[in-house]
Nanobody, 121 residues
Framework: QVQLVESGGGLVQAGASLRLSCVAS????????LGWFRQAPGKEREFVAV????????VYADAVKGRFTISRDNAQNTIYLQMNSLKPEDTAVYYC??????????????WGQGTQVTVSS
């Protein structure tokens, strides 16, 4: 059974930082491209960042470029999203995902249940 479990969300003020984690089980972790997506209330799910199998290649959405950093630890089956200089518009449920291409596409094989990030102004 495949499981992706996110953690690290919370309520912070604008300008603060958070680090999200996602632990995967039941998959050949190092063989998958991994990514983060988010969905704000009333909006469609959108791409945030994706990282290649070795961690050496990344792609970011323009909205988070320079503020967010995606990384992975294949030994720990964990993917991270370091979020700095948070803005109220970053408020959303953040989902990790596995599979698919190193691209902004939302076509992924597996999804986590999401973790809420709320940024107050």
């Amino acid at each position: 059974q495949v499981q992706l479990v996110e953690s690290g969300g919370g309520l912070v003020q604008a300008g603060a930082s958070l680090r999200l984690s996602c632990v995967a089980s039941g998959i050949a972790f190092s063989r998958h491209v991994l990514g983060w997506f988010r969905q704000a209330p009333g909006k469609e799910r959108e791409f945030v960042a994706v990282v290649g199998r070795t961690g050496g290649s990344t792609v970011y959405a323009d909205a988070v470029k320079g503020r967010f950093t995606i990384s992975r630890d294949n030994a720990q089956n964990t993917i991270y999203l370091q979020m700095n200089s948070l803005k109220p518009e970053d408020t959303a449920v953040y989902y990790c995902a596995a599979g698919g291409l190193l691209s902004p596409s939302s076509r992924r094989d597996y999804w986590g249940q999401g973790t809420q990030v709320t940024v107050s102004s």
